[in-house]
């Protein structure tokens, strides 16, 4: 069902709790990749237009329910006052009387960040004592951030029991519109590009899809499971060899021609190959499965692209994966990418303005297009019928 939208509401002198996936990556105390803070921006800029008095809230890192200042949200303030170009006030409470003196004492248009949401263990316990001091920063709620939105967390899922009016900012639609494009897969060819290092990560995800999808092209560590399963020689590549017979049911389902596996890999040392040696260990895929991809992708009206095709981190063993960036930047349909190394790979070919959507949700993504019910959408208030 559509979900509310934070355009629906009355804002204007309203405290609005807003919901944020600011959970950035970061080196001594400077982050090094602030897209989840930027994907933010047109939901905070049209609350403070429309008098709204916001409070942020968000979780960084695994503090696993106690005070880690390894893990504050200050330097994430003080970086979304510059690119805001406005004041943030920061709370050095998550709740409490401070935060509440905080937020009462914001003026329209005013925005302020309390402490991490994981140094409360309330936080992912979904408790209600914490959840209900949540909602007492807030006459509205708003969430935004899809990253987190596969949790049933107390700012995810139990604050908005304490609340008549729970919409989705624009972030959070966005995803789910493009992302729900992809899940209904109303336009073909249909193609779904899958790598990464495990292939239990991706299994529930290509059950699902394989139901749509014209073509699936499987490339990265993960490939090597599946290349077991069809008894191909795999050397000392990488595999998951519990979910090799998973894999092999995936194969046996799959239509003549669905699934593309590599055709040649490009070994640890360079060298490509149409049969991994013994003790080879293939890290890329070779020359003839990138053309053979690139042919899949390019006709395509809906591409879903989640997980890098070799060790990209290491030229020149990430030609494979900027070669698939390419054909999907070239590719005139529908293009998303799905969160993760594949969004790092993209910003590192300078192809992530070419796609149609880039995900800020990893696991989220992963989980609503195998189907899964994503708690911090399911709570949201459901839109008026028109």
Request: charged fraction near 20%; proline fraction near 6%; glycine fraction near 10%.
């Amino acid at each position: 069902m559509p979900k509310l939208s934070v355009a629906d509401l009355d804002l204007s002198g309203r405290l609005v709790l807003t919901r944020v996936d600011f959970n950035v990556p970061m080196h001594q105390g400077v982050i090094t990749d602030d897209s989840r803070i930027t994907a933010t921006l047109p939901t905070l800029r049209y609350l403070r237009e429309h008098g709204a008095r916001t409070v942020l809230c968000s979780h960084l890192g695994r503090p696993k329910g106690k005070i880690d200042l390894k893990y504050t949200l200050r330097p994430v303030a003080e970086h979304l006052e510059r690119v805001l170009d406005a004041n943030v006030g920061f709370c050095p409470e998550t709740v409490g009387p401070l935060a509440n003196e905080m937020a009462s004492k914001l003026e329209p248009g005013g925005v302020m960040l309390v402490e991490n949401l994981r140094f409360q263990a309330g936080e992912e316990a979904n408790d209600e004592g914490f959840s209900r001091q949540l909602a007492e920063l807030g006459d509205v709620y708003v969430n935004d951030a899809f990253g987190a939105a596969h949790r049933a967390h107390a700012s995810t899922a139990g604050v908005t029991r304490f609340f008549t009016e729970a919409a989705a900012g624009f972030l959070m639609l966005r995803e789910l519109d493009y992302l729900g494009r992809v899940l209904a897969a109303k336009e073909h060819p249909f193609v779904v590009i899958l790598g990464g290092a495990k292939a239990s990560d991706k299994l529930p995800l290509i059950s699902h899809l394989a139901r749509t999808a014209d073509h699936l092209l499987i490339g990265g560590g993960m490939a090597y499971t599946f290349l077991r399963a069809k008894g191909k020689p795999i050397g000392d590549s990488l595999v998951q060899d519990d979910f090799v017979p998973a894999a092999g049911d995936l194969l046996k389902q799959a239509k003549h021609g669905q699934i593309l596996l590599p055709t040649d890999h490009v070994l640890e040392e360079g060298t490509v190959v149409h049969e991994i040696p013994a003790h080879g260990k293939a890290m890329d895929i070779g020359p003839a499965t990138r053309a053979a991809f690139a042919r899949a992708i390019a006709p395509a009206r809906i591409v879903f692209w989640n997980g890098p095709m070799g060790v990209f981190e290491r030229p020149p063993l990430d030609a494979g994966t900027l070669a698939v960036a390419r054909a999907v930047a070239g590719c005139p349909g529908v293009t998303v990418a799905g969160g993760g190394d594949s969004v790092a790979a993209l910003r590192a070919s300078g192809l992530e303005d070419k796609l149609t959507h880039v995900s800020t949700g990893g696991g989220a993504s992963l989980e609503f297009l195998a189907g899964d019910t994503l708690p911090g959408v399911a709570a949201l208030t459901e839109a008026p019928s028109a």
